[in-house]
């Protein structure tokens, strides 16, 4: 079965700061792929960022990039300058190949404070 | 390009009572996906419907049902409801022809509260 970790329930960052949130994962399958998704009390899940488990490189999609360590199932999300309208839940959540779930984390509330 | 919308947005039931809840998908989209977001559970998968049949299921009662027209439009429908049933229902939308990088676009969701 798979199953997501994310340790940090609430974090707290000063505006222009960089922060990282993070997320573990467990699985058996060889082939994955693992998702950001923002959600801001508006409720809408917002897409962020993709990684896939045989992708050489980290994912960057403009402030946010992924710092994806497989041996150690980890897979970070680091989101530079941060900005007022960063503050939202945050999901980590995995996909295994040939099925359309996604297994999510707890998630993790960033706020940015001014 | 318009995104997933979800309607109604927000719902007041009481228990015993039955709903249906509506989702159209991003256009081009076929595989629409269904989430129950709760404080306890957080998230989880219902279903997925793709190309009219239903090709993945969660491990929820058979309460939960839901069907995919030949739009691609998707309802659920929670019949005999309970208080734990109140939560909110996601609605995700994807092509499912990039494999592990077909991405599921969400949208605003539908509250449900069962009174």
């Known amino acids: ?114 | 390009k318009a995104g997933v919308t979800q309607t109604p947005r927000y719902l007041i039931k009481t228990r015993g009572q039955q709903v249906t809840l509506s989702c159209s998908p991003i256009s081009g989209h076929r595989s629409v996906s269904w989430y129950q977001q709760t404080p306890g559970q957080g998230l989880q998968f219902l279903f997925e419907y793709f190309s009219e049949t239903q090709r993945n299921k969660g491990n929820f009662p058979g309460r939960f049902s839901g069907r995919q027209f030949s739009n691609s439009r998707s309802e659920m429908n929670v019949s005999t409801l309970e208080l734990g049933d109140s939560a909110l229902y996601l609605c995700a939308s994807s092509t499912r022809l990039a494999g592990l990088k077909d991405t599921q676009y969400f949208g605003p969701g539908t509250r449900l509260t069962v009174l």
Not at chain 1, 29 to 46: A, H, N, T, V
Not at chain 1, 100 to 105: R, T
Request: charged share 20%; hydrophobic share 35%; aromatic share 12%.
């Open chain 1, 1 to 114: 079965a798979q199953k997501i970790t994310q340790t940090q329930p609430g974090m707290f960052v000063q505006e222009k700061e960089a922060v990282t949130l993070d997320c573990t994962y467990d699985t058996s399958d060889p082939s994955y792929g693992l998702f950001w998704y923002k959600q801001p009390s508006s409720g809408e899940m917002i897409f962020l960022i993709y990684q896939g488990s045989y992708d050489q490189q980290n994912a960057t999609e403009g402030r946010y990039s992924l710092n994806f360590q497989k041996a150690r199932k980890s897979a970070n999300l680091v989101i530079s300058a941060s900005q007022l309208g960063d503050s939202a839940m945050y999901f980590c959540a995995m996909i295994r190949e040939g099925a359309q779930k996604l297994v999510f984390g707890q998630g993790t509330r960033l706020t940015i404070n001014p």
